[in-house]
């Protein structure tokens, strides 16, 4: 039997339109060897909703395997996927996602050119309908946008769309942090970590995906409630080291009162006079609100029993 060397996974929720066009993507990639590289669905729906999906792929040119995790949370389901794989490396596409054809190909390139533990690449927004009112910023929003050039840096992005090297990842427990499994936020831990440590990232310019944006995200309601959790990381961050860094923790609470003090001041001016970017100004007063805010009730849930 042959080694599989790179297995891609797709973790999903109740997506089944956009798990098949994430799905198909992959199987169209090209100049990647079929054999030596499985495509892993993880199922994080108690009712299984997914299987019937993946079963539709039995005889894909690449294998189509599926996996269950019933608990709900979005680090039980990377964690699921960790300790299913067959490959030392491991492509994360979300479900809402695709890929064009050059994606794992590019990927694959740049981590056998510079081999850091984890690479990402950029994220493109695709929305159902391009006249929205704050296009320009949902646009940024869902978007990831990197250096210009191809290379190893020190800074880390989120899960969706990179390629971890398990041999250089830590092995003496779950990856992902399951306290943020209502949060999001599960690899802000470990790639902090991993940058503590003299870890590099790996940054593949040319290997975009796309995520495709449902019109009921396309609302300030919602960007707002996930800007507000993005603030929140590195405080949490802090607070969840052991021991807690609390200088770190002290830090970054009076960086939140600066940003959400300057930030809100120009929010309202721009709110007075109906400026068309004033979403983007809305969007930092909401982080810096997260740095102060980031304990207890004011956590944003938005996976496992909250995904329901």
Known sequence: MTEIRTSVVIPTFRRLESLTRAIDSVLAQENVCAETTELLVVDNDAERS??????????????????????PGVANVRNKAISEVRGRLIAFLDD????????????LRVYDEYKPAVTFGPVETAMPDEKQLHERYF????????????????????CGNSLFDLDQLPSDGPLFDSRSNETGGEDDILFSKLDQTGHKFGWASKAPVLEHVPESRLRLRYTLRRAFAYGQAPTTIC???????????????????GQAGIYGLMSAGMLLIRHPDRAFWFDRTAQGLGKIFWFGPFEQRFYGAHAR
């Open 50 to 71: 997914a299987q019937a999906v993946v079963e539709r792929y039995g005889n894909a040119p690449i294998a189509v395997r599926y996996a269950s995790e019933p608990e």
């Open 96 to 107: 809402d996602q695709s890929a064009p054809p050059n994606w794992l190909s590019e990927m």
């Open 139 to 158: 646009r940024k929003f869902f978007s990831r946008v990197g250096p210009e050039n191809t290379g190893v840096f020190d800074e880390f992005y989120g």
């Open 239 to 257: 607070a969840r080291k052991t021991p807690s860094d609390i200088p770190g923790m002290v830090f970054w609470t009076l960086v939140g009162v």
